[in-house]
């Protein structure tokens, strides 16, 4: 009767195990896709920026040619 109560007491701290390895990787995947999100808004941005410097240095550009 021992082996048989250690045996379900081990299973049982196993899936204990399992679950809090489970939230951890939840919580670190859901920290990296609001990283992720983070990083697309500020790359967004940037295009932005480098957009509109390169319409102002097309626009300077041909006013030299002028």
């Given at each position: 009767m021992f082996w048989a109560m250690l045996a379900i007491a081990v299973g049982f701290l196993g899936l204990l195990v399992l679950g809090v390895l489970?939230?951890?990787?939840?919580v670190a995947?859901?920290?990296l896709g609001r990283?992720?999100?983070e990083a697309a808004r500020l790359?967004?941005?940037a295009a932005e920026d480098l957009?509109?410097?390169a319409e102002g240095?097309?626009?300077?550009?041909?006013?030299?040619r002028r």
């Open positions: 489970a939230v951890r990787v939840f995947a859901d920290r990283q992720v999100s790359v967004g941005g957009e509109r410097a240095a097309a626009r300077a550009g041909s006013d030299l």
